[in-house]
């Protein structure tokens, strides 16, 4: 069959449209298993990218590390024991772990998302009170709206130097106000602000870096009479290494150092960015591949649809397919007319579907914008998606229409003459 013979279209379109509600009907199927599909498809990209962007402020390969109590008497020390990381612990990882690009000790007021009373004026709060270093900023990125953050020089000459978040500012300053230069009295101890910042996200946990004043970490330790204690670490590992590995060496330099047990797995606390990356990308791929599964199981039930209203019609057209072969049409042209007019119900049809289904997610995503949600963002189809999903559907119908070609040209044609 030539592609531009307008006869055989215009016998086509006659064969199709003979029957509307039928061939709507089963178009509908196709056009709902592509649409499933993409919308499917943009729905888990959505879930995705809301979920790694939790990750977007921070290095991907990083570690946190803080100390909780042993679980295992191990030379001579209890089980229950409390023990704390320390300045010393800071040089030893430097000196003995190369791997580690960035070592950020801390520290906080009242422990993990605690508080200290600041004052300024007749104004006060409630704030996290953090101890960092230049390096921490390396680690976890901030947005700088006002001055700077702490630098080495602030470290070195252990400042009384603070930048505060922007909820901090919120309560503490009258709207327009420049808060770079004036004072704050944390615990009776006065700072200077610097600078002002906030989180790049400002959703979910993120939220209460917005709620925090950082000093430096030194300054941190000498004022609020924390000795040479560490409260945590926050380390980033070198490109190409593993964060695992590494973490595994720092856990046990640690271990080794305050004599807690080689087997106490609970002395340390410890979360890995790069494991836990890892394990999400993994359970992404699973919802893929779930999707995949549950949008093909559409769209086939949708070509089966296809095939059995094709088979219908080729019993329909028996008569008609006789009288072309006894005028000597050739079998081949009778299969390609079927699968001809397979492929256009399909891929009509499926590009309905795909085109739905790509207004819809973008439809989505442009009523989401600036509403994204901690766990959803920006869905999206990707255009190698779509072109597959196409030349899914092309190949769908030709399959859907081999069955009922091949009953077709199975017919002999005195006995297809014969047919009332």
Do not use: C
Not at 173 to 191: A, K, L, M, R, S
């Amino acid at each position: 069959m030539r592609i531009i013979d307008i006869d055989k279209w215009q016998e086509i379109y006659s064969v199709l449209s003979k029957n509307k509600l039928r061939t709507a009907l089963t178009a509908f199927g196709v056009f709902w298993g592509i649409f499933m599909l993409l919308v499917m498809m943009g729905a888990g990209s959505g879930l995705q990218n809301g979920v790694t962007r939790n990750f977007d402020d921070m290095a991907s390969n990083s570690i946190f590390i803080w100390t909780q109590r042993t679980t295992i008497p191990y030379k001579g020390f209890p089980q229950g024991r409390n023990f704390n990381l320390n300045n010393d612990d800071t040089q030893a990882l430097k000196d003995k772990i190369p791997e580690i690009k960035y070592l950020a000790p801390k520290a906080q007021s009242g422990g993990y998302r605690g508080t200290s009373n600041v004052v300024r004026g007749l104004k006060t709060g409630a704030f996290g009170i953090n101890g960092d270093v230049p390096d921490f900023f390396k680690i976890k990125s901030f947005r700088i709206l006002k001055g700077r953050l702490i630098n080495d020089d602030d470290l070195k000459n252990n400042r009384k130097v603070a930048a505060i978040g922007k909820r901090v500012y919120d309560a503490l300053f009258e709207i327009g106000e420049d808060p770079i230069g004036e004072y704050v009295q944390i615990n009776g101890v006065y700072f200077t602000i610097i600078g002002m910042i906030e989180p790049k996200r400002l959703s979910g946990n993120d939220n209460n870096d917005s709620q925090t004043i950082i000093i430096p970490f030194s300054t941190f330790q000498k004022t609020f009479n924390w000795g040479n204690i560490v409260g945590w670490y926050s380390v980033s590992i070198k490109e190409h290494i593993s964060a695992v590995v590494v973490e595994d060496k720092i856990l046990k330099l640690l271990a080794k150092r305050h004599s807690v047990s080689p087997d106490d797995n609970h002395a340390f606390g410890h979360w890995n960015t790069a494991k836990e990356f890892t394990k999400i990308m993994g359970l992404f791929d699973g919802i893929k591949a779930l999707i995949w599964f549950v949008g093909l199981g559409t769209l086939i039930a949708g070509v089966i649809g296809v095939s059995n209203i094709m088979l219908v019609i080729v019993k329909e057209r028996t008569k008609e397919f006789g009288i072309k072969r006894a005028l000597g049409a050739t079998p081949i042209s009778i299969i390609a007319q079927i699968i001809v007019e397979s492929i256009i119900i399909t891929s009509i049809a499926g590009i309905w579907g795909l085109i739905a289904g790509v207004f819809t997610v973008e439809g989505i995503n442009k009523l989401m914008e600036g509403n994204e949600g901690e766990m959803f963002a920006n869905p999206e189809v990707d255009l190698q998606i779509a072109l597959i999903s196409i030349l899914i559907l092309i190949i769908s119908g030709a399959l859907a229409g081999l069955l009922p070609a091949a009953r077709a040209v199975k017919v002999r044609p005195i006995e297809a003459l014969r047919n009332e």
